[in-house]
């Protein structure tokens, strides 16, 4: 059974997270519709390490965690308040 | 006939019979059309464009082997009772192009049209059916909800029984629902193609696009550069990758799709079964195995392993439907990488930079696309316009905020 490392409780059967979708930066409020529907449906999709959002669903653990996208591995995981620091708007 | 026959089984010289070309020892400095990707939707679109369009100075570039990709790895069904009015026209078209496809390529596609049962297990899913059936009767498609009573005659072998977590209270039932033999379909394809002039070079990988001024001027493979017309991808699973060497950002994300096939046994399931409730689909096969699929895999993933996860779920929800599978152990497992788009739809025609066409966005939906995929790519990079039947799928719907949803019948699970 493949295990993915929650932040808080440690690894978990993958079955219990939920894979939120890429972590990017949002536009601004008043940021044009065309930027908008870009950061809502265009997508990277690389082939190696992306930054995603992350749910463990039974204790509710909203995480963000960085993949690679050939290996199926997990790289590393990030609180969301570090995300931010290093950067990354939610 | 009966007598040549004879003696060519009792005979001791057999040749081998060559469905495919070899590859070419070199390729050409500059072609008319370059086509990235052998699988049947690039294959298609050589075909139509040697045979409708005269253009047969066209090379097709894969970077495996022929038809290696999704189109070795998918489920092999045909339907059209999707649920926009684009989708079904688009989707029948290619059903009625699979019905002869057989005599026009010369080649046994072995089409088998069994009628296909998506069973709808509550209200909601009742009334979704109801939608999909009203908009393919206007579209003068063949599909009906019919009743428990309707189901039994049609699928014995289902469990309708109402003491269950999910009972099954009705179906969409499209009576020309198929499936097919599809490496058939892509070397059915690649030999029409290549008798009309067009060079399959396998082994041949593309490693950059040369684009000047919003124009593509040529193609860098492992075996050399080569000058182009025009060129078009059809690389379901690589989209995002290739259409990132012609500076295009996709609405796609590439998710695993998984399935598996059960050891072989008597011909006892005729129709297609689809359960999106469940999140199953299976058919029996021509060699009497039980093909099985399921939900994409959670996560984005270029890959295409198996996993323990999938068949858990898979095989949990089947045993509801055909308790009887209880008995029948897998014999296969694979899977295929899905580029999913936000809406199910695909992504086809024109692109910004001019004269670079794209099919992708093909999704767990690509292999019932093949010919109709051939026929409308081919005439949009000869005209430079976009077929009719493909207008409503062009790239640049999203940031128009005009998506084709298609998630209540796309696929299962979604």
Known sequence: ?????????????????????PA??????????????DFAYAED?????????????????????????????MIRTLWPADFRAAGGRP | MVFALLRYGLGRRHTPFRVLPPTPATLKPSYDVVVIGGGGHGLATAYYLAKDHGITNVAVLERGWLAGGNTARNTAIIRSNYLTPEGVAFYDESVRLYRRLSNDLGINTMVSERGHLT???????????????????????????????????????????????????????????????????????????SQRGVEIHQGTEVQSLEIENGRITGVVTNRGRIACGRV????????????????????????????????????????????????VYISQSARGEFVMGGATDPYALYSSRSTFEFKEVLMADMLELFPFLGHARVLRQWAGMADMTPDFSPVMGLTPVQNYFIDSGWGTWGF???????????????????????????????????????????????
Request: hydrophobic residues 40%; proline residues 9%; charged residues 20%.
């Open chain 1, 1 to 21: 059974m493949k295990l993915i490392p929650c932040p808080l409780n440690g690894p978990r059967p993958v079955g219990e997270f939920a894979c939120l979708g």
């Open chain 1, 24 to 37: 990017k930066p949002m536009p601004a409020d008043d940021a044009a519709p065309e930027a908008w529907a």
């Open chain 1, 45 to 73: 999709n690389p082939a190696g390490p992306i930054l995603e959002w992350w749910l463990h669903v039974p204790s509710g653990t909203m995480f963000v965690a960085e993949r690679d996208t050939v290996t199926d591995t």
């Open chain 2, 119 to 193: 069973l709808a297990h509550t209200d909601a899913a009742m009334r979704t059916m109801r939608w999909r059936a009203e908009v393919n009767k206007s579209l003068k498609v063949d599909s009906e909800v019919v009743g428990p009573d309707e189901i039994a005659r049609l699928c014995p072998e289902l469990d309708l029984s109402r003491d269950k977590r999910y009972p099954i209270l009705g179906a969409l039932y499209h009576a020309p629902g198929s499936i097919a033999r599809h490496d058939a379909v892509a070397w059915g394809y690649a030999m029409g193609a």
């Open chain 2, 232 to 279: 078009v991808q059809a690389v379901a699973g690589r989209s995002s990758e290739v259409a990132r060497m012609a500076g295009l950002t996709l609405p796609i994300r590439t998710v695993p799709l998984q399935a598996c096939v059960s050891e072989p046994v008597k011909p006892v399931l005729d129709p297609i079964i689809v359960s999106g409730s469940l999140h």
């Open chain 2, 368 to 414: 019932k696309a093949t010919p109709v995929c051939g026929l409308t790519m081919a005439q949009t990079i000869a005209t430079g316009t976009p077929h009719p039947l493909i207008e409503g799928f062009r790239l640049d719907r999203f940031s128009r905020f005009a998506q084709l949803g298609e998630r209540g019948a796309a696929s299962v699970g979604h």
